[in-house]
């Protein structure tokens, strides 16, 4: 069987295949540029998430803050996108004799890939599943005391149950917000007599809050207290204590700026 070469000498069928193998390699490395822009682009929303996140988490942490601090003032906090609601929440403590119920109340700021809430005296970043604690509960214990601090919103009648929406894409550049956050701190500590004591905080994130309370030895269970669908992370201290809680009210209020 013949074969037909050209005047330089290449094989006809040799030459189509260098043909196809530089048109698989043009294929191949369109392909691996799509794939790389495609993961720079995943790589840089991650990134720019993460960066909006921690920037939220530490101004609601500093506008939440309630430790060395008593009486007015104010924080505020520059958003261009996203949900801030003011959400239902309980801290409960209680033994066999005696229940203490708080209602702390939660801030959440929500955005796509985004979510801050600060609830009961911490800060949590991520969503359900991804959370972490930002800024720890305020709850401690020795051998013969525990302590259990609780920051509640306290709100105001204009913020308690409102929600504020934030470029809610009408342009590809929304304009940037500013919220205003007003407080009245005030504390109230209270003591209890020994006893095995349990605490309870309701939380959509719960858990970094199971984490939290494991480390201090406690045993740790959910369970939803109110039948409203939210869990609570129940944490059992089980050797005798005194109970020290101490509430503070933040009397918050949020007002939206420009």
Known sequence: MSRVVDRTGVDDRRA?????GVALLLGFTTLALAGVTASV?????????AVTERRVADALTEATRASGRSGPDDATVGLTDGHLAVVDRTVRVWNDTEEIVVDSDA??????GVRVAAVAGAVVRGPPGAARLHRSLGVGSTASTLVVGVTTLDASDETSGHSWSFGTGATTRPRPTTLDIATDVTHDARRHPPGEWTVAV????????ERFFEARGATVRRRD?????VDSVVAAFASSRRLVVVVHRLGLEVTVGV
């Open 16 to 20: 189509q295949s260098h043909v196809v």
């Open 41 to 49: 682009g995943t790589t840089v929303d991650t990134a720019t998430d």
């Open 107 to 112: 801030l959440v700021y929500r955005s796509e």
């Open 202 to 209: 309701e939380t959509a994130t719960p858990a970094p809050f």
């Open 225 to 229: 207290l109110d039948g409203d669908g």
